[in-house]
């Protein structure tokens, strides 16, 4: 297989997935330091919003791992890094209600976040064998292990492509919620939170673009050989 293939199929999706994260520490850098005129802090803020959605059945814990903030469906708690739960920041409001975004659809039974929890221990498994794939597949050119990555690659096509709604509504539902319950002002604070958001944004579809990358490299590694 040629080096233009292999660059544009793995490459491509690498670099955009770097640029992704790039993104979002530069935003997240940027707006961290931006305070909210509301004072408000993310654990606050995740808190409010959970309160006004009515649920009251979800743990809002700090974390010690930065940028790890995420919403754990199965223990029903929304963890927060020390900086988005501490902080008035515009970035730290964004990020908290984007979690809490996640609680308000598992409260709600948003279908997409149903079928990605419904995947997880498929993906998991996946991703244990990817490892063995590598090795054994291109290192020892073992033609069995070439037929699970692609089957290991398309479960996690799927994952990630179900993860975009997913992702998308949690942020949309942070934006409106966030100006709608006064926690930022209309204007630069408003467009602080979309910097970030979307620069997270970013990152899912840059995983996604990756899994795909992979896919087709393999089915065309294997009618190669």
């Not at 979800?58 to 890094?81: Q, T």
């Not at 794939?133 to 290192?139: E, K």
Request: glycine residues 8%; hydrophobic residues 50%; proline residues 4%.
């Amino acid at each position: 297989m040629s080096m233009s293939v292999y660059l544009l199929l793995i490459g491509v999706p690498l670099l955009l997935g770097l640029y992704a994260q790039m993104r979002v520490s530069s935003a997240f850098g940027r707006y961290k330091k931006v305070a909210a005129t509301s004072g408000v802090t993310g654990a606050q803020a995740a808190r409010e919003i959970l309160n006004a959605a009515k649920i009251h059945d979800v743990e809002v814990r700090e974390i010690n791992d930065m940028l790890g903030d995420h919403y754990d469906p199965m223990k029903k708690r929304l963890c927060l890094s020390s900086d988005v739960y501490n902080t008035p920041s515009v970035a730290a409001l964004g990020i908290a209600a984007h979690e809490a975004g996640h609680a308000i659809q598992h409260a709600r039974a948003y279908a997409p976040l149903k079928w990605r929890m419904a995947i997880v221990p498929v993906t998991q498994f996946a991703s244990q064998m990817l490892p063995f794939v590598i090795i054994g597949g291109f290192m020892f050119h073992i033609g069995g292990l070439i037929s699970l990555g692609i089957i290991c690659y398309a479960v996690l096509a799927v994952f990630q492509l179900i993860t975009l709604p997913v992702e998308f509504d949690a942020s949309k539902r942070a934006k409106v919620i966030l100006q709608q319950m006064g926690m930022v002002q209309p204007g630069g604070e408003a467009a602080g939170v979309n910097a970030v958001l979307n620069a997270a944004a970013l990152t899912y579809v840059a995983a996604f673009v990756a899994a795909l990358g992979n896919l087709a490299y393999l089915l065309m590694a294997r009618r190669h050989e």
